[in-house]
């Protein structure tokens, strides 16, 4: 703990160097000889850049002039999309010592890899698949995700970590149906496995999950069977990923679109891109030996600018979500009911301080802001009611959001839910890789994958093989549960009140804990802020959030509008969008700072979040008739 403190303090002061100029400071990480005599630097020296506590990401203008510059010299790699599949390739390529570009038409996570259930995990359900269906590439699916589900765990500690999961019983059939097919999962996730799941009775399984029914059915709880898998901050796990392919010589550009593809007028080969930075409006050619189409959903449409005549590669499928509160679900317990109406899996699952229930599986179309339906929401609040003794209200609800899925297309499937979740690789066009399907879990295998193939296409000579599998992300090396201490005893909040007197307040547990958690060994930065510039009041009342964490975001994570940081830097617009709403003004007002914004593009800002917020169907802003769940 000691070292822990040592270090941070070490942090503190390279902290206060960085926001004392504003954060526009690029500190250059030291290069060895080696480095220098080869053009490039070597993995260790990679591995002190990407942990060093006083590393700063190069600013979005320089990240914009390092693909612009590409005429002079093509980059071995440009990444089209900034999901996780995007940045993982990002990042993999650039440890390859690849130069790597990214653009993102949005923001980081912007889509699909902001929507997940949060959850790390081999898919039991697929297990259940293999099993019955004698599958073996369901069953190679579960073993792969397995192995990297740890992975994932142990490259961000901060943001990820082991969650029980009950599975209810309401006959002796299912005690041993669901022990015998859990242990199941333990044994296949081997050396991988994070804890063992164990039969708890019904009186035991009420004293773990208070709010869980002893009767459902008219049939009586005959115990639950515990298992664990892992849980995420899946926006802020993007994030890192894109700010650790940064560090590591990728340049990143979000709010950049591709709007069409350079060709080499030969041999028609896909040389580069022309590119949109939506936020300037200027147009500009970066040139690459390969593009790796990684656009999720929207990775047709981009295979259809290198040929329209290109046959769709996906099935889209929608996956909605909602929020309720605490006192739904004890915290650090999930619960999974094993098989609804329709044969389907629902989680509820304590996350950020509040319960998550989802998800639903059903065709839907592309579009970049989809919204859940009632008819969904109200299939996942039928689904819970069964197996708690809680009245389960629509009115509850905080937020509800719908995600779309990028499965591959299986064309002998009758539905989305038999599509495989593994992920396709292809080069259809010369120069265009194009990686889709696969989930969060498995997005470092994916990337990993991708980058063999535009290795291949691009005939690139790589300086090592692919180490992403046993590298920490930005603010995870070093982490510890118990960072959240130093945070609490060594810093105050200092607080603007209404009539402008500066006041001290206490770093209390919650807001320790929440910037540990969410920052990792970078939470000192986000606290110094808080103390030196006045920026420790919290955005929201009861959430941990504070001001600081936008003026660290804007200068350091690339966070370019408030939709950025409600959505995805911040969780606040998938917990409970009321609060995101009233926490807006305050958020503008500190970006407007941080940007040089003007009062209309001020203006701007509030419409198009309140607009992203509409499609977030909580009780608030949603229209609905309130029949069972009243």
């Not at 400071?25 to 080696?34: I, Q």
């Not at 041999?267 to 189409?293: C, H, M, P």
């Not at 060594?490 to 209404?498: A, E, F, L």
């Not at 807001?511 to 420790?536: D, F």
Request: hydrophobic residues 40%; contains cysteine.
């Amino acid at each position: 703990m000691a070292a822990s403190a040592t270090r941070l303090r070490r942090l503190a002061s390279a902290a206060v160097a960085v926001t004392a100029c504003g954060g526009a400071v690029l500190l250059t990480p030291s290069v060895s000889s080696n480095d220098r005599a080869s053009g490039r630097p070597t993995v260790e020296s990679l591995r002190q850049i990407i942990n060093d506590p006083s590393a700063v990401v190069p600013s979005r203008t320089l990240q914009e002039s390092a693909l612009i510059s590409s005429k002079s010299g093509p980059l071995d790699i440009l990444v089209v999309g900034g999901g996780a599949t995007g940045c993982g390739v990002a990042l993999d390529a650039a440890t390859r010592g690849l130069r790597v570009g990214l653009v993102e038409r949005e923001d980081f996570s912007c889509g699909t890899s902001s929507r997940s259930t949060k959850l790390i995990h081999g898919g039991v359900r697929y297990l259940e698949k293999a099993v019955f269906g004698l599958d073996y590439g369901q069953l190679k699916l579960v073993f792969h995700a397995l192995e990297e589900r740890k992975q994932v765990i142990e490259n961000a500690p901060h943001l990820c970590h082991a969650l029980p999961c009950m599975t209810p019983c309401f006959d002796w059939f299912e005690v041993v149906y669901y022990w015998m097919g859990l242990k199941m999962y333990d044994l296949v996730a081997g050396r991988r496995l994070l804890h063992f799941s164990r039969y708890y009775s019904a009186q035991e399984s009420v004293e773990l999950f208070p709010t869980l029914a002893r009767k459902g059915k008219g049939r009586s709880l005959r115990g639950t069977v515990v298992y664990y898998d892992g849980q995420m901050n899946d926006s802020r796990l993007n994030v890192g990923l894109a700010c650790t392919a940064a560090l590591a010589g990728a340049a990143v550009l979000n709010h950049a679109e591709v709007v069409s593809f350079l060709k080499d007028e030969g041999t028609q080969r896909i040389i580069g891109a022309r590119i949109r930075d939506n936020l300037s409006g200027q147009e500009f050619d970066a040139y690459a030996k390969v593009v790796v189409n990684a656009a999720g959903p929207f990775c047709d449409s981009v295979r259809k600018m290198a040929n329209k005549d290109a046959l769709p590669m996906i099935c889209p499928s929608s996956g909605v979500h909602i929020v309720l509160p605490d006192y739904y679900s004890p915290d650090g317990m999930g619960l999974i009911v094993p098989k609804t109406k329709d044969g389907r899996v629902v989680f509820m699952l304590p996350w950020l301080g509040r319960t998550i229930a989802g998800t639903t599986d059903s065709s839907t179309s592309i579009t970049p802001l989809p919204e859940p339906n009632e008819n969904e929401i109200q299939f996942i609040l039928d689904a819970i009611c069964d197996y708690l003794n809680v009245k389960v209200r629509r009115t509850d609800v905080l937020s509800a959001w719908s995600g779309i899925r990028p499965l591959a297309v299986d064309p002998n499937a009758k539905n989305t839910e038999s599509i495989s979740r593994d992920h396709v690789v292809s080069e259809e066009y010369p120069g265009l890789v194009t990686i889709t399907g696969g989930k969060w879990t498995t997005y470092r295998s994916m990337a990993e994958d991708a980058v063999n193939a535009a290795i291949k296409s691009g005939k690139l000579s790589p300086s090592n093989e692919c180490i992403t599998s046993n590298l920490r992300l930005i603010g995870g090396d070093g982490w510890e549960p118990s960072l959240f201490t130093v945070l609490a005893q060594q810093y105050v909040r200092m607080k603007k009140s209404d009539g402008g007197k500066v006041v001290p307040g206490v770093m209390d547990t919650a807001a320790a804990k929440h910037l540990s958690r969410a920052y990792g060994t970078l939470a000192e930065r986000v606290a110094t802020i808080a103390q030196n510039e006045n920026l420790g009041k919290r955005l929201a009342h009861g959430y941990p959030y504070l001001e600081a964490e936008v003026a660290y975001c804007a200068r350091n994570e690339y966070c370019e509008s408030a939709v950025d940081f409600i959505a995805r830097r911040s969780r606040l617009a998938f917990l409970d969008t009321d609060a995101a709403s009233h926490a807006l003004p305050r958020i503008i007002e500190i970006l407007a700072t941080e940007h040089n914004w003007d009062k209309s593009r001020q203006k701007e800002e509030m419409q198009k979040a309140k607009e992203f917020l509409e499609t977030f169907k909580s009780s608030k802003n949603a229209h609905f008739h309130d029949g069972k769940h009243q």
